[in-house]
T-cell receptor, first 116, second 120 residues
């Protein structure tokens, strides 16, 4: 079974530029998460999708971050314009939709973003 | 709001020895899940072990076991017979179970991590 795929693995941009990250979850996984991991910290949830609907985007900086999962499969996270403090690893995770059971999240390899 | 605290920023252990990583959490929930994830330099988050709060028996996975103390809100990870490949960041994480109606339950709340080095 293929794991969660992410691209690119690395990205370096200047501040005020835009950037987009792509994630393809494990086949059949209805729930998709985007996390931001700043150096020295644990990941923090940015947005959670269930199929193609947003479940939780309360911690997404909506003035500059946007995300979509149009067909309920792969997802794109965009930052426009980027700030220095956006330098981080962006992790995508997916899980099945088993209500009431422990639904383990499986993570992709992440994208390391450096904003200069 | 739930919080997860890992009080040991760094630890080291000799190969083949045993090490215990600490984690405490704060929640008013009665039902929840706890996880330990490993993140090697490749950045891939790998699930090590998970524990359902309603289960009194401590979870074990080969060389990895937990000491879950629900009343004390403590969830430590023991690694036996440490191997060089165990060198990584270890994150403790909390999750409320997802409700029938979705919502924010289901997202993981992570601690800041413990950097474990296994020395030959």
């Amino acid at each position: 079974e293929a794991g969660v795929a992410q691209s690119p693995r690395y990205k370096i941009i200047e501040k005020r530029q835009s950037v987009a990250f792509w994630c393809n979850p494990i086949s059949g996984h209805a729930t998709l998460y985007w996390y931001q991991q700043i150096l020295g910290q644990g990941p923090k949830l940015l947005i959670q999708f269930q199929n193609n609907g947003v479940v939780d985007d309360s911690q997404l900086p909506k003035d500059r971050f946007s995300a979509e999962r149009l067909k309920g499969v792969d997802s794109t996270l965009k930052i426009q314009p980027a700030k220095l403090e956006d330098s981080a690893v962006y992790l995508c995770a997916s899980s099945t939709l088993f209500v009431g059971k422990s639904d383990t999240q499986y993570f992709g390899p992440g994208t390391r973003l450096t904003v200069l | 709001a739930q919080t997860v605290t890992q009080s040991q920023p760094e630890m080291s252990v000799q190969e083949a020895e045993t090490v215990t990583l600490s984690c405490t959490y704060d929640t008013s929930e009665n039902n929840y899940y706890l996880f330990w994830y490993k993140q090697p330099p490749s950045r891939q988050m790998i699930l090590v072990i998970r524990q359902e709060a309603y289960k009194q028996q401590n979870a074990t996975e080969n060389r990895f076991s937990v000491n879950f103390q629900k009343a004390a809100k403590s969830f430590s990870l023991k690694i036996s017979d440490s191997q060089l490949g165990d060198t990584a960041m270890y994150f403790c994480a909390f999750m409320k179970p997802r409700s029938n109606y979705g919502g924010s339950q289901g997202n993981l709340i992570f601690g800041k991590g413990t950097k474990l080095s296994v020395k030959p």
